[in-house]
């Protein structure tokens, strides 16, 4: 197989993904739709044979309520909502990006030092898991009191949700090397540096990429999530907040909402899907089998 | 120059501490020439990889003294004077082949043109030429190895040291990366110390069998193997490199005698 090829074959076995995701994306629109036919609410046309609560248009508005909502203005005279959704989201992202940057810097960070020196990985592992047992909710308040309400801090909040995935990744790829391997580095007179790099990194990236698209998704949540106690209004977070409050005056629009959120996250996770890809092409036939 | 590219006197290995410790090595006098190809054999347990880990400085003796190429074996490592070469081929997945065999040469100032020539070099004295860009997965396992020989020798080591390298082969591979081996040993003169326990594999390859006995691990003899150079195919259907076979069987035997009685008499009925 000629190298270009595997790059080829790469981005098509990526591409794979996302034509999956559409298919099952109006399968659920299809569920969601029977749903209602069965158990949802009287029209001209149709009687439906059930009547379940969930099933009402107040609960599950219908599939084309909410595409129809997107074009519809958020606000009176105002813009329409796809618009407002698309700004926020990408204001969202923004943050999201930060906090993968930040957490995925730290995390692998982390992991090098942990990996080198067996006392700080005793003495301080034990609080990275214990970090995540506290509940965002709770920290997100008080890191918008240290760093003002703020994109920053935003990211920050994100990040305490992205380290640890990285960091606990991190450490078994960078120890995943057969320790033949390392010998073989010792026999060269490698330099600690040259078996980080030549060695720890590379066996340690297909594990980084699986933990980097858990921190990709997770991102997003601590975005939205820290957006909330910052009281910044121009994200995702902030328009759930706002459509969640006014629900019953316009079911859709949450639900709008909701599926940028969805596609939001979704897609960062493809980014980083595709990245990987590229990333470990040459190593497809160990990888991917 | 003539002289001992390795040098040991009486050198111990002992592993653990108080009531657990086991005698991996005990008393080695050993003295390998420049130029010879030189195989440890002897009982799994008898240490031989130990001593070859012990020239290599990937592990430190407990006793006497080590000397590699007229220096302190930590000395040696740290000037790259020998290439290893494991059983398993230890090759990086995500470096093609020809960026295998030049990842020793990165640790040295040696420019990236000079690197790929060596490799390059390397790879036909191999008989690989043609795989440089491919990746290790793409390669059967004895091909492998022979990356994995190449990159050995990418620095032109004085020393090769070979840990069982084509023990996880097949009996035809391993016949076939036998000669070439010795090929390679007569084209480049490195001296060659080669772990192994397979006996006609050792007689083959050698200038000298070293026979070990286990627990403590012992050098019971050195078998000087004068069969003519260069050897081939006709070398194994020589009398005298059975008799070589058996001479270096009967050590074995002598170092190990009940446990090798025992086995032969249940091999006879």
Not at chain 1, 62 to 91: M, S, T
Not at chain 2, 4 to 9: G, I, S
Not at chain 2, 43 to 62: E, M, N
Request: proline residues 5%.
């Amino acid at each position: 197989m000629r190298v270009s090829s595997i790059y080829t074959f790469a981005v098509l076995r990526a591409a794979r993904g996302p034509l999956s995701f559409l298919v099952l994306a109006s399968a659920l629109a299809l569920v969601w739709e029977v749903v209602k036919l069965l158990g949802g609410e009287q029209t001209d046309a149709w009687t439906p044979p059930f009547r379940w609560k969930i099933a009402s248009d107040l609960n599950m508005p219908h599939v084309w309520d909410i595409a129809a909502a997107f074009a519809e203005p958020a606000q009176r005279n105002g813009p329409p909502l796809g618009l407002v959704l698309v700004d926020a989201a990408i204001f969202t992202f923004r943050e999201a990006f930060g906090g993968f940057v930040i957490g995925a810097v730290l995390g692998l960070a982390l992991a090098i030092v942990f990996v080198h020196s067996g006392i700080l990985e005793r003495a301080l592992v034990p609080y990275v898991v214990a970090s995540q047992t506290v509940p965002i909710i709770a920290i997100a308040p008080v890191v918008v009191i240290w760093l003002q309400a703020g994109w920053l801090s935003v990211a920050v909040i994100s990040a305490y949700l992205t380290f640890f995935p990285v960091t606990i990744a991190g450490l078994r790829g960078l120890r995943s090397p057969d320790p033949r391997a390392l010998e073989l580095m010792r026999s060269y007179a490698a330099s600690p540096r040259d078996v980080l790099v030549k060695v720890r990194m590379p066996a340690a990236a297909p594990y980084l990429f699986a933990a980097l698209k858990v921190a990709a998704t997770a991102s997003v949540v601590g975005a939205i999530i820290g957006e909330l106690p910052s009281g910044i209004r121009d994200g995702l977070g902030g328009a759930i907040l706002n459509f969640n409050q006014y629900y019953i005056s316009g079911p859709p629009k949450l639900w709008a909402a909701i599926i940028v959120a969805a596609v939001v996250g979704i897609g960062f996770f493809a980014i980083v899907r595709v990245a990987e890809a590229i990333f470990l092409a040459g190593r497809l036939g160990r990888v991917e089998t | 120059m003539t002289g001992a590219v390795v040098r040991m006197r009486a050198v111990q290995k002992v592993f653990g501490g108080g009531a657990d410790q086991t005698h991996a090595l005990d008393a080695i006098d050993l003295e390998i020439p420049k130029g010879a190809f030189v195989s440890l054999i002897g009982p799994s347990g008898c240490g031989k990889s130990t001593l070859l880990r012990l020239i290599g400085d990937l592990t430190q003796a407990t006793g006497g003294t080590i000397e590699v190429n007229g220096k302190s074996a930590h000395r040696a490592r740290l000037d790259r004077d020998y290439g290893i070469v494991f059983q398993s081929p230890v090759l990086f997945d995500w470096r093609t082949v020809e960026r295998n065999v030049e990842l020793p040469l990165e640790m040295s100032a040696i420019d990236r043109r000079a690197r790929a020539e060596r490799a390059r070099a390397m790879l036909a004295l191999v008989e690989l030429s043609g795989s440089e860009k491919r990746y290790p997965w793409q390669l059967s396992g004895g091909m492998q190895q022979r990356v994995a020989i190449a990159r050995a020798l990418s620095f032109e080591p004085a020393l090769l040291l070979m840990d069982e390298p084509f023990g996880a082969l097949d009996e035809m591979t391993r016949e076939r990366l036998n000669l070439e081996l010795l090929g390679i040993w007569r084209k480049t003169g490195t001296t060659i110390v080669f772990v192994t326990h397979s006996i006609p594999e050792a007689v083959f390859l050698s200038t000298r069998v070293v026979v070990m006995s286990a627990r403590p691990g012992r050098i019971i003899d050195v078998v000087e193997v004068d069969l003519p150079q260069p050897r081939n195919d006709l070398t194994r259907e020589d009398e005298r490199y059975f008799a070589f076979v058996t001479r270096v069987r009967e050590r074995l035997r002598g170092g190990d005698s009940a446990q090798v009685a025992a086995k032969t008499r249940a091999a006879a009925m």
